[in-house]
């Protein structure tokens, strides 16, 4: 595994002194063992919750679901106290949970940091995935190519003639207008709040908007073929999708699971799964659950044989 996801030795030590004799009555994988696998209450959530635990339940597992485990303090609490066992999580926004003083914002850094943070919780990290649910700066394709945007600072030359979409709370938030001054130069752009992705999607399809923040993974940035800016001051925090596991569940065989969706999921999948199961929540087929697009994606990309959703 890539060396910010590794088991630090002190937690190992824990793993093995703490289930050397379950592992021995282990058959193949997980036949006989069972993992309770967590989310924080969002359909994002409950999609990679399922993307784990039915790859887990293939290799023989037994998988129950916890998708009401809460915010991040919750998370931690439950994975420590047994509620559940793995969880899904986001990098830093986890890091600064479990570590108010720590100031990294970048994927390396945060990534180096996070393991540190956890293992004196009896928490290990595994690999990461390659999804980055980072909020970002985007725009059109044909307001991108007007005026040669490359990265958020491209946008202090005509700001004043901007209106900027963004989630409500956005503009004093930790990337915010003090940030964007202080960061890249960028004032006097008009800020149009909204309460919903799907607002603020509209909003700069239509116009209303020529900037906006978006999720990395919302549907929308690939529907409408939205350009991501750069953000080389790292004024976004990272925020990949990282598993959590508690350090008393541990073994290799169960990283070596893990990680065959964690090296696969990407920011596209992801965004595609939602998009999905976003429209079989509001428009009800029994055929099509999150558990069924998650079976299917798992199988087309042979994570999992025809009938693991079933």
Not at 151 to 164: C, K, N, P, R
Not at 237 to 247: F, G, Y
């Amino acid at each position: 595994m890539s060396a910010p996801g590794k088991i630090t030795a002190g937690v190992l030590a824990l793993v093995l002194l703490g289930s050397v004799a379950g592992c021995s009555n282990a058959g193949p994988a997980g036949e006989g063992l069972s993992i309770t696998v967590g989310s924080h209450g969002t359909l994002e959530g409950e999609i990679l919750a399922q993307a784990y635990g039915q790859v887990l339940a293939s290799e023989g597992y037994t998988v129950d679901y916890n998708y009401g485990i809460g915010g991040y303090a919750r998370g931690v609490s439950g994975l420590r106290d047994g509620t559940i066992d793995l969880m899904p999580d986001y990098s830093g926004s986890l890091l600064a949970s479990v570590n108010p003083h720590a100031t990294s914002n970048s994927s390396a850094s945060i990534l180096a940091e996070l393991p540190k943070s956890l293992a004196p919780l009896g928490l290990a990290v595994m690999d990461p995935t390659q999804v980055d649910t980072s909020l970002a700066f985007v725009t059109t394709r044909d307001f991108q190519e007007a005026h040669s945007l490359e990265s958020i600072g491209d946008i202090s030359l005509f700001a004043t003639a901007v209106t900027m979409g963004g989630p409500t709370g956005f503009e004093s938030a930790s990337y915010g207008r003090t940030a964007m001054i202080n960061r890249y130069g960028v004032s006097g752009f008009t800020a149009k709040p909204e309460n919903s992705d799907d607002q603020i999607v509209e909003d700069l399809r239509f116009n209303r908007t020529q900037i906006a923040v978006l999720p990395l993974t919302s549907p929308g940035i690939v529907a409408n073929d939205f350009v991501v800016l750069e953000d080389p001051q790292h004024l976004m925090v990272s925020n990949q999708i990282i598993p959590i596991i508690a350090a008393r569940k541990y073994t290799p065989a169960f990283e070596e699971i893990i990680d065959t969706v964690s090296h696969r999921l990407t920011t596209v999948d992801l965004a595609q799964l939602i998009a999905a199961a976003d429209k079989a929540k509001t428009q009800p087929d029994e055929a099509r659950t999150v558990q069924t697009i998650v079976g299917e994606w798992l199988t087309d990309e042979k994570l999992v044989g025809d009938d693991s959703a079933q």
